[in-house]
């Protein structure tokens, strides 16, 4: 099918974590249109199983096909750990997901050939990112760890003080005495956490460790899928974001804007 370059691009996350990878589109692209949907309602996936994922992913993908999306950028680890290609058939539309840009970024980084990710507990047991990362480097060993926690406080918006440092601490350990040198946050939702994960992690790790938020490179990989197909929008007048939520609008307008800036309008409530 013909697609629309015009159109805007659809991105979605359970929550507030995806605005991670938007902010990373919008300077990467930044004459897109962006539709987001935070499914606020049922935050969060990472606790619940893949046939529920699964289906909460294909409600909220098909929601933006119906707005009439050219593509969709599945900003949520956990939905692209479970899911990717269950959206790729049911939508016959490209689905670009987040989980092999990071990893490919840890396997180029690491000098010991020892990669740590933080992720929910059913990206963990996917085992989608140590598949991602043998896929680039079958010498580089991947240690997972489930850090559910940095969900609900970045959902709080509570991401300084003890509770996030001892919560970061107690998930940062198992990593460094693995012995590992860069840490992705496998995770849309921990950069909001960035400044405490990586004060622990070079306390811990040391002061080498890299941390990769892959948000960054998603967003160079889905603007040079775009540039590939000519789906790039042609007007060269900044792009809008417009936001979706299935729940609580007012209190995810306000890190929204924190996060994205102010010119940003306030998101509209909708049921899937
Ligand atoms: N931000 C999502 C992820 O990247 C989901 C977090 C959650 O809802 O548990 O996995």
């Not at 119906?66 to 290609?85: D, F």
């Not at 306000?254 to 800036?261: D, P």
Request: proline letters at 6%; a neutral charge; one cysteine or more.
């Amino acid at each position: 099918m013909r697609r629309d370059a015009n159109a805007p691009l659809g991105v979605f996350d359970s929550g507030l974590g995806g605005l991670t990878v938007v902010r990373a589109l919008r300077a990467a692209l930044p004459h897109e249109d962006i539709v987001y949907l935070g499914d606020t309602a049922r935050v969060p996936y990472g606790t619940k199983g893949p046939g529920t994922v699964t289906r909460y992913a294909l409600g909220c993908a098909s929601h933006l096909v119906a707005r009439g999306v050219k593509a969709i950028v599945v900003a949520c680890n956990t939905v692209s750990a479970v899911a990717p290609e269950r959206l790729r058939v049911e939508l016959d539309l490209p689905v670009l997901g987040v989980i092999e840009p990071g990893a490919r970024a840890a396997a180029e980084a690491t000098r010991v050939f020892k990669v740590g990710v933080l992720a929910t507990a059913g990206t963990i047991a996917s085992g989608a990112y140590p598949r991602a990362v043998a896929a680039c480097s079958t010498r580089v060993e991947t240690i997972g760890q489930a850090a559910p926690l940095l969900v609900p406080l970045a959902e709080e918006g509570w991401t300084d003080g003890d509770v996030p440092r001892l919560a970061a601490r107690r998930y940062l350990e198992p990593l460094a005495r693995a012995g590992v040198d860069v840490i992705v946050l496998g995770c849309t939702h921990y950069p909001l956490l960035y400044a405490v994960l990586e004060r622990e992690a070079k306390d811990l790790v040391g002061p080498h460790v890299t941390i990769i938020d892959s948000a960054r490179a998603v967003a160079r990989e889905v603007a040079s899928f775009l540039a590939d197909r000519s789906l790039l929008r042609s007007a060269d007048s900044p792009g809008t974001i417009r936001l979706l939520v299935t729940d609580l609008p007012n209190a995810f307008d306000r890190t929204a804007s924190r996060f994205l800036g102010s010119e940003v309008d306030g998101a509209e409530q909708i049921d899937l």
